[in-house]
């Protein structure tokens, strides 16, 4: 039988190694190199076939055996460099990637792999640099436009990056995740009609990926189709339960559709996977002050805040939140609004209740100074005439203020607490009875839950001796207020004179009985 010798075994473990059967070759090289221990090419060899393996770190053993045998052995080192970099020990990956070049210095695939590990290290410009390198040696590679790209994503330089995958998909057009990337570089531009196609020609390839579901909501999210981004979310969160971002969008998605109860439970969500999303805060504290929770919505907008989410509208809802009754706290609400105004200098709702914060502490001149920035801005906007009406009431300007409550009622038919102002101004300046009346009116029709519009309504019928419209209102106001003592006896004196005497004395009894003093002399001098 004849003997083995080590080139034997060594050329065995190479036919091994060639048809993948690298477990195989290993144990082939361990006979050679056990006739030669320096055998420097079976290390090499073997280190290898290692590496197909990924045991990384016998392969490394066995690079530093033959880089110790040869010092200059290059592609032992370049091996030895990928083997680190495969392991993730990116250190000592780039000295031997530094070495490979240094004895190279036109070493493409060295130049190549080294910048796509800085690019994944986040170390972008450096690893652009390289991969512009390689591809002065080595054109046409998909993979090293691909990284590029990544380099141009990390830097957000996104038209780069959608320039470095159109140059990936023509060198190999079936290359989806540069069809995904380009897709995301073109959502993050702002190019949402580009970018859904080329996210949903990447769903017709892959339709588990969350990262493409989501960027695709995020175009339709931004071309207001939010039925369909919806969808696309619920997909993302599908196929990730831990995916913040999609809960995020998906409850912002909700608060914008009047979802309050959807819009809290995605963003807590958001919040309880990525506790650093300042955006999550401003919506959440939003959500919060839509249903009238102010102290927990000012403790989520101060949390964006501190998160540095900075916009106009989480500086203008801090400051809706300090002037709201509940809070009372105006004064405080006004840097607020200053900050919201510093961001963005025709945010009209910013000034308008920026004003409403000054007429608070009595700042009438300054309140209207901030409803005349809004009339500047958009002389439409009905809310500061009304409340520059507020303003020029109090400081004596009757005919000012009447001029502006009607422009407001001018401009929206439907603005009650212009309504509700001029009816008073009717009242309180003209003593015009019929006109009040006509506002009040108007104002129980557009708020017909609004006790006070009845109880106006039924004074100014009083006032113009409409006593049975009078009773109808009081009846109206009753209602909706049940324990006012002082409607019964008023309903009680409109009764009587239209000489309902058995209706008036059941108001006037029930008055007292609910401790109304006034009523009783009526009840002795009718209902006795």
């Known amino acids: 039988m004849q003997q083995v010798d080590k080139e034997g075994y060594y050329n065995k473990g190479n036919q091994l190694a060639a048809q993948?059967?690298?477990?195989?070759?290993?144990?082939?090289?361990?006979?050679?190199?056990?006739?030669?221990?320096?055998?420097?090419?079976?290390?090499?060899?073997?280190?290898?076939?290692?590496?197909?393996?990924?045991?990384y770190s016998g392969a490394i053993k066995d690079y530093d055996v033959a880089i110790a045998q040869k010092p200059d052995y290059l592609k032992a080192i370049y091996n030895r460099g990928f083997a680190h970099y495969s392991k993730g020990s990116y250190t000592e990956a780039l000295k031997d990637f530094d070495s490979a070049i240094s004895?190279?210095?036109?070493?493409?695939?060295?130049?190549?792999?080294?910048g796509i590990m800085l690019i994944k290290s986040k170390k972008y410009k450096s690893g652009i640099?390289?991969?512009?390198?390689?591809?002065?040696?080595?054109?046409?590679?998909?993979?090293?436009?691909?990284?590029k790209g990544l380099g141009h994503f990390g830097l957000e330089e996104y038209?780069?990056?959608?320039?470095?995958?159109?140059?990936?998909?023509?060198?190999?057009?079936?290359?989806?995740?540069?069809?995904?990337?380009?897709?995301?570089?073109?959502?993050?531009?702002?190019?949402?009609?580009?970018?859904?196609?080329?996210l949903t020609r990447y769903i017709d390839i892959d339709n588990k990926e969350p990262t493409a579901f989501y960027h695709r909501a995020v175009c339709k999210y931004h071309k207001r189709s939010y039925t369909t981004a919806y969808k696309d979310l619920d997909l993302a969160i599908y196929y990730?339960?831990?995916?913040?971002?999609?809960?995020?969008l998906r409850g912002v998605i909700s608060y914008k559709t009047g979802d309050e109860e959807g819009a809290l439970k995605d963003l807590n969500e958001a919040i309880r996977l990525d506790g650093k999303n300042g955006e999550s805060y401003h919506y959440r504290g939003i959500v919060y002050y839509n249903i009238a929770k102010y102290e927990t919505s000012l403790k989520d907008l101060n949390k964006a805040l501190k998160l540095n989410y900075k916009t106009a509208n989480t500086h203008y809802y801090k400051g809706r939140c300090l002037e709201q009754y509940h809070l009372n706290r105006p004064a405080e609400a006004i840097p607020c609004f200053d900050a919201a105004i510093a961001l963005n200098n025709q945010h009209i709702d910013a000034y308008n209740y920026r004003g409403n914060a000054f007429m608070s502490i009595g700042n009438n001149r300054t309140a209207e100074e901030n409803y005349n920035k809004c009339l500047e801005i958009d002389v439409n906007y009905y809310k500061a005439y009304n409340n520059r009406g507020i303003v020029r009431g109090?400081?004596?300007?009757?005919?000012?203020?009447?001029?502006?409550?009607?422009?407001?009622?001018?401009?929206?038919?439907?603005?009650?607490?212009?309504?509700?102002?001029?009816?008073?101004?009717?009242?309180?300046?003209?003593?015009?009875?019929?006109?009040?009346?006509?506002?009040?009116?108007?104002?129980?029709?557009?708020?017909?839950?609004?006790?006070?519009?009845?109880?106006?309504?039924?004074?100014m019928s009083v006032k113009l001796f409409e006593h049975e419209e009078a009773v109808d209102h009081y009846t109206r106001y009753l209602e909706l207020q049940p324990h006012s003592a002082s409607a019964y006896y008023q309903r009680g004196l409109a009764r009587s004179n239209i000489m309902d005497i058995e209706g008036a004395c059941e108001d006037f009894t029930k008055a007292l009985d609910m401790g109304y003093r006034p009523a009783k002399e009526e009840w002795e001098g009718l209902c006795r």
């Open 103 to 114: 004895l190279n210095p036109n070493y493409g695939l060295a130049y190549l792999t080294r």
């Open 394 to 459: 109090r400081s004596g300007q009757r005919d000012g203020a009447l001029r502006d409550y009607s422009k407001a009622i001018y401009i929206n038919s439907s603005c009650w607490q212009a309504y509700s102002n001029r009816g008073s101004l009717w009242v309180e300046q003209y003593n015009d009875y019929e006109n009040a009346l006509q506002d009040f009116e108007r104002l129980a029709i557009i708020r017909p839950n609004y006790a006070f519009a009845h109880l106006k309504c039924a004074e």
């Open 129 to 147: 640099r390289d991969i512009e390198k390689a591809l002065t040696f080595e054109k046409g590679k998909e993979e090293a436009y691909y990284y």
């Open 20 to 55: 993948g059967k690298y477990s195989k070759a290993v144990l082939a090289y361990d006979k050679a190199i056990a006739m030669d221990a320096n055998y420097t090419i079976a290390y090499y060899n073997r280190a290898n076939a290692k590496l197909s393996l990924q045991q």
């Open 159 to 198: 038209k780069a990056c959608e320039s470095a995958m159109t140059t990936a998909l023509k060198i190999n057009p079936d290359y989806r995740q540069a069809l995904l990337q380009r897709g995301i570089s073109r959502t993050m531009r702002k190019d949402y009609e580009r970018g859904h196609m080329d």
């Open 240 to 248: 990730d339960k831990k995916y913040a971002k999609a809960f995020h």
